[in-house]
């Protein structure tokens, strides 16, 4: 599905950042949709070189673009904006606080362009909207299942309803880890490898426990046991212990589980009675990182073994 | 796999109580079954997962079932919705 992004979401963006915009023209035009990622500077085409000009993109002028507008005639200047605003500008923002001339605002105000001011410098105020910008185009899915950073590594645990995600999660928790969203995980693929997950924002840091209801864990736990969004490193699926099923007991070979076209780490961990879940999963969190630095527990053994075996042989 | 679309009437839209009732009608069956409002897509058989998609008067929903006993989950829980959970309410 094609996404779109009206002027209005940017001013009202989720991440909060405040991008100091000042509007100068009317309101209207605020609802149009945004469809390029990419911005402009708009300098060549203000210098009469109208080919190429992408003029679909969010146009940003800079010091540059008003400093040399600024010594032009204002005959000069109307030439140029009648041919800028004969195509369908989407929004023009002045960067540094600096404003246009008047007869820019009288021709953006004819054209129903809205045209912003923002106290930020251009590479400041570049890097938040594309920052913004991105969010929004980026591909998402939501999945059922708890995101908690343990030790630093965001975990997802997936699994049937019952299995214990949520119980898991609540003793993790407990131990000093952070939960993200608890049940429904919106995931954006923010990059080709990163994967950011976040919790709905009208049920965050809320989980339900079976026996109890619903838990509030910021205001239980405190504001040091959650935090708002994460990156996904590992992907953990209870299962019910079924005794007809193998599983993996040497971790030598690394599976992944596939959202959003990307390879997580994935591992199954088989539950049943006696097993203490979270501290399995606080060791794969730890074992996550020691692979991130190059360190892979399973395979080093392995290697080991082979290398002892080896000797062994020349020595007979 | 059996879908349908339904509109919810209610103006209180689904809070925690509609949602717990819900929750529990999914329960009974064996399916995995899901709620799906635009893009986000929650399990049916869990309260905090249906209460995350912030359903109001007017939503459209689809209810999707995969497994035994689909038709039937279906059926009951968008005829739920669609009578504004009266029939549970008023027991």
């Keep these: 599905m094609k996404k779109q992004l009206r002027i209005r979401d940017i001013l009202e963006n989720t991440q909060k950042i405040d991008l100091q915009l000042t509007l100068i023209t009317g309101r209207e035009g605020i609802d149009k949709a945004i469809t390029a990622i990419e911005i402009n500077r708009p300098g060549l085409t203000l210098a009469g070189f109208f080919d190429y000009f992408a003029y679909d993109r969010i146009q940003i002028f800079g010091l540059g673009e008003t400093a040399y507008i600024k010594q032009l005639s204002r005959e000069r200047r109307e030439e140029i904006y009648t041919k800028f605003f004969s195509y369908d500008i989407v929004c023009c923002v002045y960067t540094h606080n600096e404003y246009p001339d008047e007869v820019f605002i009288e021709y953006a105000k004819e054209h129903r362009v809205p045209t912003f001011v ?50 898991t999660a609540l003793e993790l928790i407990e131990r000093g880890h952070r939960l993200i969203a608890d049940d429904l995980v919106e995931i954006k693929k923010i990059d080709e490898s990163l994967l950011m997950g976040s919790g709905s924002e009208l049920i965050r840091h809320h989980m339900e426990i079976r026996g109890i209801g619903i838990l509030n864990v910021r205001d239980i736990f405190g504001i040091r046991s959650v935090r708002n969004r994460k990156r996904i490193e590992l992907v953990a699926e209870l299962q019910e212990w079924d005794a007809n099923t193998h599983y993996d007991r040497l971790g030598i070979e690394e599976q992944v589980y596939i959202i959003l076209d990307i390879e997580v780490p994935y591992i199954i961990v088989p539950v049943r009675p006696g ?42 | ?51 995350g998609l912030a359903i109001t008067k007017g939503s459209s929903l689809i209810i999707r079932a995969n497994g035994e006993m689909e038709e039937e989950a279906v059926d009951r829980l968008s005829a739920l919705i669609e009578n504004d959970f009266a029939e549970l309410a008023s027991k």
């Excluded at chain 1, 097993?275 to 020691?290: D, M, W, Y």
């Design chain 2, 1 to 51: 796999m059996k879908e349908k679309k339904v509109k919810v009437k209610s103006d209180a839209g689904v809070h925690a109580r509609p949602a717990s009732i819900l929750v529990r009608e999914a329960m009974k069956f064996p399916c995995d079954i899901y709620i799906i409002k635009g893009q986000m897509e929650a399990n049916g058989k869990s309260i905090m997962s249906v209460l």
């Design chain 1, 118 to 167: 923002t106290q930020h410098p251009t590479t400041r105020f570049i890097s938040l909207l594309t920052h913004i910008v991105e969010a929004a185009f980026a591909e998402s899915v939501t999945i059922h299942g708890t995101l908690i950073d343990v030790f630093g590594i965001g975990i997802l645990l997936i699994g049937k309803s019952g299995v214990g995600k949520s119980e």
């Design chain 1, 275 to 316: 097993r203490n879940i979270p501290i399995i999963i606080e060791t794969a969190a730890l074992n996550q990182r020691l692979k991130k630095m190059g360190v892979f527990s399973a395979q080093e053994l392995d290697k080991k073994i082979q290398e002892w075996i080896a000797r062994e042989n020349n020595n007979k």
